[in-house]
């Protein structure tokens, strides 16, 4: 990891309990320490993690975070090793010493580096990754007021072009047919697709719906690296049912790790 890793874990390690705080994910089975205020990650990170096929034991998240999607995708992917690159070195830290203490340390690994800027700042070799997921920040600067938070801005927003940057970075950083799944507010499904479909093909897309009478609130897509075309409109996950309650498929995804496979048929 080098002397800078270990200075920035070690800056974490000197963080007081009090400003950060211990979470539970995937019912219990991983145990996330993250900031108490600031960016937190959620439920879109499970599913995320949730959406990533085994097509090879390569993967790469594009801004990680605390690493609850990756060390997600490392429970239900017992043969995946993990590359998670993100612009924060302090949440890069905590990411760390999540996969240490949730026994994942030697199938996780945080770069810090800024997509960005120049590729030759990434250790990653191009065509080198099976997958690459990612949740890319909601808004692009000018949409919004900034936040007063400097994390959640930094989490938050992107430049006007950073969904093409993103996406073309993971179509360099892909083998040949490698795969791309993210997740982002269904309103940013135009962006999502303008940014994706001129490098990946085979794109399926699988709406979140918080309930059976409610617009989706998420959205998730995958695709492939040279494919071209072809868009398929799956059926909707409903994570609660009129009586709020939540759903049979989304207590497995959730709570018990199961998969959410992005197949034509929706299922």
């Not at 997958?131 to 994390?151: K, S």
């Not at 795969?179 to 309103?187: D, F, K, S, Y």
């Not at 989706?216 to 868009?231: K, L, M």
């Amino acid at each position: 990891m080098g002397s800078r890793g270990q200075l920035q874990d070690q800056r974490m390690n000197e963080l007081s309990q009090s400003s950060v705080t211990q979470d539970g994910f995937l019912g219990g089975r991983l145990t996330i320490t993250q900031p108490r205020t600031g960016h937190r990650s959620g439920h879109d990170a499970v599913l995320l993690a949730a959406a990533i096929a085994p097509n090879g034991p390569n993967l790469c998240e594009f801004g990680c975070g605390v690493g609850v999607a990756s060390l997600c995708a490392l429970h239900r992917l017992p043969t995946a090793h993990v590359t998670g690159v993100e612009i924060d070195p302090e949440l890069g830290a905590l990411a760390r010493q999540n996969a240490l203490g949730n026994g994942y340390a030697d199938r996780f690994s945080v770069v810090t580096g800024d997509l960005s800027g120049e590729m030759a700042d990434l250790p990653i070799a191009p065509a080198s990754m099976d997958h690459i997921f990612f949740n890319p920040p909601y808004y692009r600067h000018g949409e919004v007021q900034p936040l007063a938070d400097p994390t959640r801005q930094q989490a938050h927003h992107m430049a006007a072009d950073g969904l093409d940057v993103w996406s073309r970075r993971a179509a360099s950083f892909l083998r040949a047919k490698g795969q791309v799944t993210v997740i982002g507010p269904a309103r940013d499904l135009p962006h999502l697709l303008a940014a994706l479909s001129p490098r990946f093909g085979d794109l399926r897309l699988k709406p979140i719906m918080p309930r059976p009478d409610a617009e989706a609130s998420r959205i998730i897509i995958t695709g492939q690296r040279d494919r071209r075309g072809s868009v398929s409109l799956l059926s909707p996950l409903i994570l609660q049912d009129g009586a709020g309650h939540p759903s049979i498929q989304a207590e497995e995804i959730l709570r018990l790790g199961h998969a959410l496979a992005l197949s034509a048929a929706g299922r």
